[in-house]
């Protein structure tokens, strides 16, 4: 079974300040997408990645997929209140099925 | 990408009864999943739905539970049967082309 350890569950910071979450596994993924869930929404895929190594800018966000494809991380800088939400992680253990394995997520709140 | 919508978007039911979910997507894809998610939880996989053949139900899910159609590529339901207060939790569809989209769940209360 592929398991990924999501870190911290809970953040709290202030407006302006950085934030990295964590995403970790003993197991090889083929890919890992990382999702943002508001309240009384579905997530929504913010990226994929694919290649070890590999790093992603999405505006203020950066991405980043491990050099042996077992854990990631989400870094946030300047943090605004709009980024509050639920964030997963979620691996994909490749095959044909798409099956992900999910985090138990890190809730983020960003305040004024 | 994919828009997929889901009906109904909440409802509080009974303990004992049964709610069908039913999931529309815009186009049409070979795999549908559904998602359960309890409260303050991450996203667990109840179900692969592929049309044309049986679902695949995860470990913990049976079919006499949670029963789902998936009449074409474009539609799926999920019904939660016998309903127990620990049911309650939100019900997600996905659907995986290169990347899984999610609709935007349907949360259930059950009294």
């Known amino acids: 079974t592929q398991l990924l350890e999501q870190s911290p569950q809970f953040l709290s910071i202030q407006e302006g300040e950085n934030l990295t979450v964590y995403c970790n596994s003993s197991?090889?993924?083929?890919?890992l997408q990382w999702y943002r869930q508001e309240p009384g929404e579905g997530p929504v895929l913010l990226v994929t990645?694919?290649?070890?190594?590999e790093v992603k800018k999405l505006k203020r966000l950066t991405f980043q997929f491990g050099d042996a494809r077992k854990d990631s991380s989400l870094h946030i800088t300047a943090a605004q209140p709009g980024d509050t939400g639920l964030y997963l992680c979620?691996?994909?253990?490749?095959?044909?099925?798409?099956?992900?394995?999910f985090g138990k997520g890190t809730l983020l709140t960003v305040n004024p | 990408s994919a828009v997929i919508s889901q009906k109904p978007s909440r409802d509080i039911c009974q303990r004992g009864t049964s709610l069908t979910i039913q999931c529309q997507v815009d186009?049409?894809?070979?795999?549908m999943f559904w998602y359960r998610q309890q409260p303050g939880q991450s996203l667990t996989l109840i179900a692969t739905?592929?049309?044309?053949?049986?679902?695949?139900?995860e470990s913990g899910f049976v079919i006499d539970k949670f029963p789902i159609s998936r009449p074409n590529l474009t539609f799926s339901t999920l019904t939660v049967s016998n309903l127990s207060p620990e049911d309650s939790s939100i019900y997600l569809c996905?659907?995986?082309?290169?990347?899984?989209?999610f609709g935007p769940g349907t949360r259930l209360t059950v009294t």
């Open positions: 996905s659907v995986a082309t290169y990347e899984q989209y």
């Open positions: 197991s090889v993924f083929s890919s």
């Open positions: 990645v694919v290649t070890g190594g």
């Open positions: 979620a691996g994909d253990g490749g095959g044909s099925n798409y099956k992900l394995t």
């Open positions: 186009s049409q894809v070979t795999m």
């Open positions: 739905a592929n049309q044309g053949s049986e679902a695949t139900y």
